[in-house]
């Protein structure tokens, strides 16, 4: 396609205007090749014939479409030229109010001389991370790429930052320093960051001041250097200077002021610190009161020296030095004042002695006044010969005093600058830095002078590094892309730069001239006319020889000679340095020192003590002083350009909108001027001479699909459809090129390619419409036809009904006169038909009648006959059976009385008694044999003692059985029938007074009836009143129902916002608490010795939380020595005393286990006794042997109970005590045989053995009258509750009484059941027990062999059994002090989630509370403190180890929430204890209030619950953008824009395929994945919710402020995408059952705004619809997301400006936050609800796989 061919008619294009430099213009009539006029309509509908010509007015630039104007990258534009770029930047500065705008590689940023909220951290976040190319433009983004870049490419970066005064150059270079503070913060407290950012207003101060063009406008450069470590924190930083504006301090044009500290310093001079320096106004000194104002509107400079007093403490400089510096200052200020006054002859001055001035100057520097009073007026000459001293002139006197008020002033700047290095420098080894450079930009005055070329010399140097760097990556784009490469010819200014700097150049020629004693600046002049009049970059004005113009690559400049000689020489006096070197002040001298003074370059120094010589020598000047500022500004200048090659540079280009200083007022005039000087033009150009417009090739493929047939779309190669599809449409092949990722396309083949695209757009509306409005016709013509047929059917309706109406009406006259007459003959028919039916029935009934009497009577006389027949029988019968008893009744009185006399012989005799105590004899022989028997084995065989123990048990209990039997059967005749006879006579009182409560009771039934109606009387009564007075209540308080409900949603708010502060204290405790860890690592790491360090065992980081004393079971000694204490303390006091308490309750309970132990003892005596009733009193050998054996089997059992209890005991000691040994030797000794005193010794024993079974026996029957007693009772209670049974028997229906038969019977059988049970598990244990005893007794039987086998003579003695009650599990755990360590590494240290994931959830905790519990039992305040103490340190340690595993923080927060929970379930708060079983209450802690304990749990519950958020939204992070925003859940919904250079930029990682896309589903998975890991952890879902809540809150806010920040999503399209996520979401939160957690309702901003993507934006009606609509959106949030929409395609339209102005005006009055974005790092205050464990401690089961067997269960 021909370039013609694109001028036909309705296209626009841009023609050159005078005032608007270009204005849009519509074709109106095809352009063809040779035409000498363009037809064209201008915007307001006037015409014009724009004439062409081949060489002066080529046809004009053509508009790019609506679609593409206002892209983020003017790179993007199809058509490229200066009016395209100026048309962009006025649209998005003015109508979307976007100041940054991407031009390739350069970032675009216009002041908007108006402070914006698009700076905040909120703002640092959202860029943090983020590619160039997807973010809007931003200075941030800017610096992200920088500080990326370094980290990737391990290069250091360059930022440089140029343009105009007034530009906003410093606020640029501050904002990139402030986001690289933020987001490379040191890794310790040093707080560099905060050191570098606080430079920024001490040089402001020195550096900055006020002019025409700007009121903070920097008059030096600068280029700082932030150097990073290896983990890219910032660790240091470096300054570098160029080219003070030192003439400012001396002289200020008009509206200007002198540098800000003077104006500081004079506005504080009230301060009593600043007394001294006697100052006063600024209107007062000359030097600031040049420009006639002292004042800048809105700016304070008492507060700003506040905030350069604090920059300067920050940075180190001491306050003696802080005066120091001031004090310089303000003496420059009383320099200035100094009055030099004339002498007639004109060649001489002097200064009055009373100059106060002088005299401040001289003590402020501390330096002699004469000396300087002298040498401000004369000067030095020295010759080879001798030295004169010479008068200057007034002129030159003033000059002098101007100089060296500069030279002051300039070295004081440098030394700050020095000193901020030295505060910014570290010993940390530089890995990297990245560069901000400050500098001028391109600067044209009416009048120019040598700040000027030097100036523009440097945007020389600055812009050939620029050319040659778009050079080398347009090179680098096409090289990796595999595109044939020809050269682009750019501009180069390199032979202006030679001739600037090159041999004999302008430079060389003035310093040459500077050398020459009489040089003057015409002289120079004329050298330059004469060097330089042949190159093409020099000009010589045509009207002046005092001037010259460099055709810079921006502009020509034209530069006034006058006074660069001076300049550049900066001519001080040397005997007014050396005046200052000799000051007081150390400060003053050290400035001036040769030290200083000196170049880098220098080799020699003078001396510092000025010698005067016998004869006169001339002083060789210092090199400095030599050098001039020319020179040492190119010296500089090229080593700034050797680290900025050395660096990879980033573009900061800014633009002056206008010289007014007012927002957002674009003046076009002037940013052409500055787009053209800063190098964005050049940048066009470049990209436009090759391949500007570049597309991926998917999304190619999705744009100009429509282009493509449907044989291309069956192709499965995208890249070959492509190539097919361009081939096809573009018949020039160097219009594109075709690379390996993209397709490269000449300026203007996209516009070509949009058109088509249109055209096909608007081929395919017209078809639609076409078939639109033949569908519309067709159904009118529908609509028409069926109207005729509905009104013909109508009145053919009509007609029909009327012809039906009559024969219905003839119908109807036939069937009533039929119906009259039948009902006429019916009714004579049914009269005659009653009347004989009337007449039959009476005459029936009455013969009915006559019978019946009849069979009456008959029936009546069979009656009496029956009744009197059977009188007289029944009386005869009873006649006969009287005189039958009688008779018998005689008869067997007389039998009985005869068997009574009998009886009474029998009973007399003794073979009755015998006949009775047969069996009993017979069973006491067999007893007595059986003893025998054992007696005779013991003495045989000690071997079968433990079978003879159980034979004798067996028959004591077959024996007790059966005494028992013969008890019941003895007692049970006499006792039972007279209980039965006494509560048969209870029983019969019982039912009398019964009778009498019942009818008592029903006349109280009676009268409370009544009552009962009375009081519901007057309940109606009360009710109604009630209602009443609650009407007039609501009447009363609708109008304060408002403001209660206000009021509970305030206190709401407040307890939210506590908690919120509260957690934030926490949160930042334990970051604090982290920065602690980190400081102790680093110098634990810098103070390292070889060898093994051990910390004290003793330190632990948690306090007691115990306010109780400490009580531990090591301090409980015996009960006697406790008994003792409680008799010496007294009963009150020792009941006031814990321990003493603990004590006796344990003595207690071995008291009523020994009780136990003796009545099981004394049953069995019991049983022998019994068993020996009926035998005589002395008891004989055998029974004193059993006895004996008995107890010595007692003995041994103790003496097993005594090896269990740990307490070694010798066998010898347990069978004989040292007493009996000694006596037994005594008796051996006085009796030979022995025999006599081992008699005496067993008789002895005997006599005690009696003694024992005596008191035995006494104690026993007590006990057995007493169990008599109790057994009476319980008889007793039971024949009341069977009484009680038969009552409710009797009462009962047949059926009832079965239904409560079988449910008696049924619970019988399970108390029998469960009984057994019981019994079952006593046996096992005792089973256990016998069998552990067995084993002993047989030990001690081996033993007592080897004893027998050394003694001749076995001595038995009397031992105590001591036996063990075993206990059930009480739910707690024993464990060992040094098994602490242990006990922590396997719950907690070495512990994994998947270890317990088959068991109880938060197991962990269970056991730990377990261990607690007992350490409570046992009163052992230390080892719950150690515990405690030891478990919180070790969940801290392993989450810090894990600080990004979503698994291990999810499960330590909720087994530490659950151990928080029990203990506060089982505290014993009353609070707490409502929903525990009696079980678990019985669990409770028993001695400690663990209240502060939980508040540090909830405290660790906190942190954790803030790391869990943490970790989870850094998993998601990188998935939300992605998911929400840009991956297409509605297939083929988005659309595709052309793209810009920072969308293909070195910003994404090619290498690495660019970042990774994630799907909606991938994050609702990762959401699932999240929610599941809690469950299965056992967290609380209260928390859970909590946890979702936030998660969807971080959804909501990453996903509004990238919709905030990016242009290119928003679009209706992105709109409806973005809701159907949100539905996606809340499907997945209903199906989870989350909807009530208040996480949809976070979402609401989100969804707000993808419906204000989707809403109609053109009308009133549209704009009240958003503002009732957008209620969670803030009026900038909606400002910002209407000034980003972007239609996708050209049949959309943008929002207008007066739309978004009805907006605001309609929301100016709502109250909100001013804030943009959503603050990302803002988090829910937690809450953790107290929810009590139904599982009760004793059925939890520990896993062998956690190696817990050290712990004991108690």
Request: net charge neutral.
């Amino acid at each position: 396609m021909s370039v013609t061919e694109l001028y036909s008619k309705y296209t626009r294009v841009w023609i050159p205007d005078p005032e608007d430099v270009w204005k849009s213009a519509e074709i109106i009539k095809d352009y063809k090749e040779g035409d000498k006029v363009l037809h064209l309509k201008l915007e307001d509908e006037s015409t014009l014939e724009y004439s062409i010509g081949p060489k002066d007015n080529p046809l004009p630039f053509l508009r790019n479409p609506d679609i593409l104007v206002g892209e983020n990258d003017l790179t993007a534009l199809s058509y490229l030229h200066e009016p395209a770029v100026l048309h962009n930047l006025k649209v998005r500065f003015l109508e979307s109010n976007h100041i940054y705008t991407y031009c390739g590689i350069v970032l675009v940023a216009i002041n908007p001389y108006e402070q914006l909220q698009i700076y905040g951290e909120e703002v640092i976040n959202a860029y943090s991370g983020q590619n160039m190319g997807d973010m809007d433009p931003h200075i941030f983004a800017v610096a992200e790429e920088a500080y990326k870049q370094m980290g990737r490419d391990e290069k250091n970066q360059s930022i440089i930052v140029s343009g105009e005064s007034g530009a906003g150059k410093t606020v640029s270079a501050k904002y990139a320093m402030r986001f690289f503070a933020t987001v490379g913060g040191s890794a310790n407290d040093t707080n560099v960051e905060e050191k570098v950012l606080a430079s920024s207003p001490i040089m402001e101060a020195i550096g900055n001041a006020k002019t025409t063009r700007n009121d903070n406008s920097s008059r030096f450069g600068k280029y700082i250097q932030i150097g990073f470590d290896k983990r890219y924190h910032i660790i240091g930083a470096n300054m570098r200077t160029y080219l003070l504006e030192k003439s400012r301090v001396v002289f200020q044009a008009e509206d200007e002021r002198n540098y800000h500290i003077f104006y500081q310093l004079c506005a504080s001079s009230s301060l009593p610190e600043f007394k001294d320096f006697t100052l006063t106004s600024a209107e007062d000194f000359t030097y600031t009161s040049l420009g006639e104002n002292i004042f800048i509107e809105g700016v304070n400079d008492a507060e700003d020296l506040v905030k350069t007093r604090e920059a300067l403490t920050m940075l180190g400089v001491k306050e003696i030095h802080q005066m120091s510096i001031f004090k310089i200052i303000a003496s420059i200020l009383h320099l200035g004042n100094v009055g030099i006054v004339s002498e007639r002859d004109g060649e001489s001055c002097h200064i009055n002695r009373d100059d106060t001035h002088l005299h401040h100057f001289c003590r402020l520097l501390g330096i002699e006044q004469e000396q300087m009073e002298h040498w401000l007026c004369r000067r030095k000459l020295v010759t080879t010969s001798e030295t004169y001293v010479k008068n200057m002139s007034y002129a030159q006197a003033t000059n002098a005093r101007d100089a060296l008020s500069k030279h002051i002033y300039a070295h004081l700047f440098d030394w700050i600058v020095e000193h901020i290095n030295k505060a910014l420098q570290t010993s940390t080894k530089q890995h990297s830095f990245i560069g901000v450079l400050d500098i001028y930009g391109f600067e044209t005055f009416e009048i120019n002078s040598f700040e000027q070329f030097c100036i523009n010399y440097a945007n020389e140097k600055l812009q050939q590094q620029f050319n040659s760097h778009v050079f080398k990556l347009e090179q680098e784009e096409y090289m990796k892309e595999q595109i044939p490469w020809t050269l682009i010819d750019f501009y180069d200014n390199q032979p202006c730069i030679d001739l600037i700097e090159a041999k004999l150049g302008i430079l060389d020629l003035l310093d040459e001239e500077c050398k020459v004693p009489k040089g003057t600046d015409q002289n120079w002049a004329q050298k330059l006319y004469s060097k330089h009049s042949s190159s093409g970059h020099f000009e010589k004005p045509r009207m002046s020889n005092r001037s010259f113009i460099v055709v810079h690559f921006a502009d020509k400049v034209e530069y006034q000679c006058d006074g660069f000689l001076e300049k550049n020489r900066d001519t001080v006096y040397e005997e007014q340095i050396n005046i200052l070197k000799a000051s007081q002040f150390q400060l003053v001298a050290d400035l001036f020192h040769d030290g200083k003074d000196a170049g880098p370059s220098s080799t020699s120094k003078t001396s510092k003590i000025n010698v005067r010589a016998a004869k006169p020598v001339p002083k060789g000047h210092n090199r400095e002083h030599r050098k001039s500022v020319g020179t040492q500004f190119r010296n500089s200048l090229h080593l700034l350009m050797e680290t900025l090659n050395a660096t990879t540079p980033h573009y900061v280009r800014c633009i002056k909108p206008n010289d007014f200083k007012e927002s957002f007022v674009f003046d076009s005039k002037r940013a052409v001027q500055q787009l053209r000087a800063c190098g964005v033009l050049e940048t066009i150009r470049i990209s436009a001479a090759g391949y500007p417009s570049r597309w991926t090739y998917p999304d190619f493929f999705s744009r100009y699909r429509v282009l493509m047939t449907k044989k291309d779309m069956t192709i499965g190669d995208k890249k070959l459809v492509c190539k097919n599809l361009l081939e096809t449409l573009v018949k020039d092949p160097d219009k594109f090129q075709f690379g390996k990722t993209k397709i490269f396309f000449r300026a203007g083949q996209v516009a070509y390619l949009e058109k088509l695209r249109a055209d096909k757009f608007r081929y395919a509306c017209i078809k639609i419409q076409k078939t639109v409005r033949g569908w519309l016709q067709r159904i009118r013509y529908r609509k028409i036809r069926k109207s005729a047929i509905t009104l013909q059917r109508y009145g053919r309706g009509y007609l029909a009904r009327r012809y039906a109406e009559m024969l219905r009406m003839t119908r109807a006259a036939l069937i009533c006169q039929k119906q009259y007459r039948m009902v006429r003959v019916r009714r004579e028919y049914l009269k005659t038909r009653r009347a004989v039916i009337t007449i039959q029935a009476f005459t029936r009934g009455m013969f009915i009648r006559r019978l019946y009497q009849e069979f009456l009577l008959h029936h009546k006389a069979m009656i009496i006959q029956k009744t009197v027949r059977g009188w007289l029988v029944r009386k005869q019968f009873l006649r006969a059976r009287y005189a039958a008893i009688v008779i018998q009744c005689f008869y067997r009185r007389v039998r009985a009385k005869r068997q009574l006399k009998q009886l009474k012989i029998e009973a007399r005799s003794a073979e009755h008694f015998k006949k009775l105590n047969f069996g009993m004899e017979n069973k006491i022989v067999q007893l007595q044999k059986k003893m025998d028997n054992q007696s005779d084995k013991y003495k045989t065989q000690n071997e079968q003692l433990a079978v003879a123990n159980t034979a004798l048990g067996s028959e004591v209990n077959k024996l007790q059985k059966e005494l028992e039997t013969l008890r019941t059967r003895q007692t049970a005749g006499t006792s039972l029938q007279e209980e039965l006879e006494k509560l048969r006579a209870e029983l019969k009182e019982a039912h009398t007074q019964r009778k009498q409560i019942e009818e008592e009771f029903s006349n109280e039934k009676q009268g409370l009836e009544q009552r009962v109606e009375e009081l519901e009387k007057e309940n109606t009564l009360l009710k109604k009143e009630k209602e009443e007075m609650n009407r007039r209540i609501q009447t009363s308080n609708q109008g304060q129902g408002g403001d209660v409900s206000q009021k509970e949603v305030r206190l709401q708010v407040e307890l939210d916002e506590e908690r919120q502060r509260y957690q934030n204290l926490v949160k930042e405790y334990s970051r604090l608490e982290q920065r602690y860890e980190n400081l102790q690592e680093d110098m634990s790491s810098m103070k390292f010795h070889p060898g093994h360090r051990r910390n004290p065992s003793n330190q632990s980081s948690l306090g007691s939380d115990s306010n109780y004393p400490s009580i531990s079971l090591s301090e409980v000694g015996d009960t006697d020595d406790t008994i003792q204490q409680v008799e010496e303390m007294g009963i009150e006091k020792a009941a006031m005393d814990l321990s003493v308490f603990m004590k006796l309750q344990k003595r207690v309970r071995e008291l009523e286990q020994e009780r136990k132990r003796l009545q099981t003892n004394l049953e069995k005596v019991e049983e022998l006794t019994k068993r020996k009733g009926n035998e005589p009193k002395s008891p004989s050998e055998e029974d004193i042997n059993t006895d004996l054996a008995y107890n010595s089997l007692k003995d041994s059992n103790d003496v097993s109970e005594w090896t269990n209890n740990k307490k070694p005991v010798d066998s010898e000691d347990a069978v004989d005590s040292p007493d009996l040994k000694n006596k037994a030797q005594d008796w051996g000794y006085l009796n030979e045989d022995g025999e006599f005193g081992l008699a005496y010794q067993g008789l002895k024993q005997v006599a005690r053995l009696l003694e024992a079974q005596l008191q035995t026996q006494s104690r026993t029957h007590k006990d057995e009258l007493e169990a008599l007693h109790t057994q009476i009772e319980l008889l007793k209670d039971n024949l009341e509750k069977k009484q009680e049974v038969l009552d409710h028997f009797s009462t009962l229906s047949p059926e009832a009484l079965v239904e409560f038969s079988v449910q008696q019977e049924i619970t019988r059988l399970t108390n029998e059941n469960l009984d057994l049970k019981e019994l079952v598990e006593k046996l096992e244990k005792n089973e256990k027990k016998l069998k552990k005893q067995l084993r002993i007794y047989m030990k001690k039987v081996q033993e007592l062999e080897v004893s027998q086998a050394t003694k001749s003579r076995p001595e038995l003695t009397r031992q105590v059994t001591v036996q063990r009650k075993e206990k059930d599990f009480e739910g707690m755990l024993e464990y060992y002090k040094e098994d602490e360590a242990l006990l922590v590494k396997s719950l907690i240290t070495d512990m994994k989630p998947n270890a317990v994931s088959a068991t109880v959830p938060c197991l962990p905790a269970y056991i730990l509370f377990m261990c607690i519990r007992h350490a409570d039992y046992i009163n052992d305040d230390q080892k719950v403190h150690s515990l405690l103490t030891t478990t919180i340190n070790a969940i801290k340690k392993v989450l810090k180890r894990n600080n990004d595993d979503f698994e291990m923080t999810s499960f330590w927060l909720a087994n530490a929430s659950r151990l928080l929970h029990c203990l506060k379930q089982y505290s014993g708060d009353e609070a707490f204890m409502t929903q525990n079983t009696t079980k678990q209450n019985e669990h409770c802690l028993k001695n400690f209030d663990l209240a502060e304990y939980r508040q540090v749990l909830s405290d660790l519950s906190i942190q954790i619950y803030q790391q869990l958020i943490k970790v989870a939204e850094g998993i998601m992070q990188p998935m939300i953008v992605s998911a929400m925003l840009e991956s297409e859940s509605i297939p083929s919904l988005a659309g595709v824009k052309p793209m810009g250079y920072r969308n293909r930029s070195s910003s994404l990682d090619c290498e690495s395929g660019g970042p990774v896309g994630y799907t909606l589903q991938a994050l609702i998975r990762q959401l699932g994945q999240f929610y599941t890991i809690m469950a299965d952890h056992g967290l609380d879902p209260e928390i859970s919710q909590q946890v979702v809540r936030q998660l969807f809150y971080s959804i909501n806010a990453v996903t509004l402020n990238n919709l905030l920040l990016r242009k290119d999503v928003c679009s209706w399209s992105t709109g409806m995408q973005l809701r159907y996520n949100i539905s996606q979401l809340e499907e997945w939160l209903r199906g989870k059952n989350l909807h009530q957690s208040g996480a949809a309702a976070t979402m609401e901003p989100v969804i707000q705004a993808a419906q204000l993507l989707q809403v109609k934006k053109k009308t009133s009606q549209d704009a009240e619809a958003i503002c009732s609509l957008c209620t969670a959106l803030s009026l900038q949030q909606i400002v910002k997301i209407l000034n980003l929409y972007t239609p996708l395609n050209e049949f959309e339209e943008r929002v207008t400006v007066s739309f978004i102005r009805d907006i605001q005006n309609r929301l100016q009055d709502r109250i909100e936050n001013n804030q943009l974005l959503v603050d990302t790092k803002y988090t829910f205050p937690v809450l953790f609800p107290y929810t009590p464990s139904a599982l009760s401690l004793e059925t939890v089961h520990i896993p062998a796989s956690l190696s817990l067997n050290f712990l004991t269960r108690v």
